[in-house]
């Protein structure tokens, strides 16, 4: 097996530097296109048959080091008694406001409820034959607690922000629920076959840093040493959160994920030798020309030299309308084969 | 008069914190609301007596120690050659992505093509009859030149990125036209009665700090050294720009915007004894109990002690829907008045 991105997220030795990008499996591939033009993307989650395939597509096509599980970071809401719908970001029904909205958060078996998940990784390692490994994933519990609270993507995030500061206690019970089911799911994940968790904490970067600290950091930290306890390795990746470096340094996980924001050796150094890092090309960078996604490549390569473990990736997930060719470039620019 | 503000821009001993809120004068006001169900956003920038008197609905409403102009940052787009409309958020007609785009940006005089701005700078200098201060505004170079490559608001703002990085020859001529309009824009805002400047640079913090050293902070300074020059202090706020501090620091403003994402006391020793600092309230705060505005703005006072100069402000600009009560409680609060 081409084991390069588990020796990186453990801090082995590896031969050259592994690459896969967030969101590998989405709408600037042609074939994932032509695969949601016959389903829609709740039924394309919810079909593990083609969920495989979507996951599977740019591992055929450019050759990553890594495949990540196809799914969406709100489908473990369903079971806790929420419906999700798409319009086109995610909307969830009846949010998380008071003290008894939290009582209608549903306890629930994720491998009952959420079947074709599993089948989707059992079928992945089966198609996969051991080629690259496969990535599960959720989302951090503050980043689910604020999806619940909000009830629908935002720039702002109020209600999230209006629970944690008008009423921490609720807040709490919430981010204990939530964390205890994420547990769950993601344990459950590395059962099924699943080699390495990802976390997602898409709003932890809305923070200040005494409030990640409380709602943010103790909960991804519990999720974080349940996978650990598995023994297979786990990315921890805040979006936008330059100003959460000192506190992400106390996550535990195996990786951090980085955007583009901060150089790559500049975070590392904050984070310590404790930790591999995962990033960090600007994705609106292969909007440029090739030779300048060669070149932005080579320039984060170069910043990595000497950190204990780096995994190529891009600092948010590959953009709509990303040329393929571009990808292509900057998969042979890390991989050596140009 | 009150003059507060002002003095704390130049770091001059005060009595006590002055403050004003970033869209003081917005939707969250009913009495903004009720004129803008007479009249649409663009009528309401372009007829004087209009935008003076939502100027100064907070100011009679809350005794802000400031008012800042009411307009908006594209109204200096559409003499430069381009048609603006709102759908809601701004969609500006043929985006600058060629050199020969950038031809078409037209040169012009504001104070023949934009005479709505200035008239209504005139009438609120009348109106205040030196109650506060009065502030005007712009967007910072590179913020105006990624609204007009991208063409709309957007999260991730693909084409400026693209220009900058494909084109940077093209990207240099764009931002020396729209430096030169911006100086023009606000030198007049100066002489027509604008006693501070604020340049707003929304967009500055999707940028590396080596992008924002090159096609942002350098062109956002020739701005800068134009108002100074006027003898009026300037503002420079740039928004998410944690990562960018120590090149801030270089902007030459008397006083810089600070979100709230890092302390203010720890990015006030970033930018050094030069700048008075600007700031730093969650604008998600307001939608706490009252108790809680009133905890977090001593807190930030408190941080905020030994500092050259502090003028009070939120993070970002007040969100529509935050409690018209909760803004009474923080202007209460930093003002001594409970």
């Not at 979507?54 to 055929?60: A, E, F, G, S």
């Not at 300048?292 to 170069?302: C, K, N, P, S």
């Amino acid at each position: 097996m081409n084991d390069l991105f588990l020796r990186a997220c453990r801090r082995e030795p590896v031969e050259r530097t592994p690459i896969w990008i967030m969101r590998q499996a989405g709408r600037y591939l042609p074939e994932y296109r032509e695969v949601r033009r016959r389903v829609d993307f709740l039924t394309l989650c919810k079909t593990p048959e083609l969920a495989a395939e979507v996951t599977l597509q740019p591992i055929d096509r450019f050759g990553f080091d890594a495949a990540i599980l196809f799914s969406d970071i709100l489908t473990i809401a369903e079971p806790m008694g929420f419906e999700i719908t798409f319009n086109p970001g995610p909307v969830i029904s009846a949010p998380v406001r008071t003290a008894a909205d939290v009582e209608r958060v549903r306890e629930f078996d994720p491998e009952q409820e959420l079947p074709f998940v599993y089948e989707t990784i059992r079928i992945l390692r089966r198609e996969l034959e051991g080629r690259v490994p496969l990535i599960g994933f959720a989302a951090a519990p503050f980043t689910l607690a604020a999806y619940l609270a909000e009830g629908a993507g935002s720039r702002n995030f109020v209600e999230p922000k209006r629970l944690i500061l008008g009423d921490p206690t609720t807040a709490r019970r919430l981010l204990e629920r939530v964390t205890a089911a994420t547990e769950r799911y993601v344990t459950a994940q590395v059962r099924a076959g699943a080699q390495a968790i990802q976390l997602f904490d898409t709003w932890a970067g809305l923070l200040t840093a005494r409030e990640y600290r409380e709602f943010g950091l103790r909960y991804a930290r519990q999720v974080i040493d349940a996978v650990r306890g598995t023994g297979v390795p786990v990315i921890y990746v805040a979006r936008d959160a330059t100003h959460l470096m000192n506190e992400i340094a106390g996550c535990g996980s195996d990786v951090v994920g980085l955007d583009w924001r901060a150089p790559l050796d500049e975070s590392a150094g904050k984070l310590g030798e404790r930790y591999a890092v995962q990033g960090n090309l600007d994705p609106c960078v292969l909007f440029a020309p090739a030779e300048v996604v060669t070149r932005q490549a080579r320039e984060i390569l170069e910043r990595a030299q000497g950190l204990p473990g780096h995994i190529f990736n891009l600092g948010h997930g590959v953009l709509p309308g990303t040329p393929v060719e571009h990808v292509e470039a900057l998969v042979r620019a890390v991989q050596g084969r140009n």
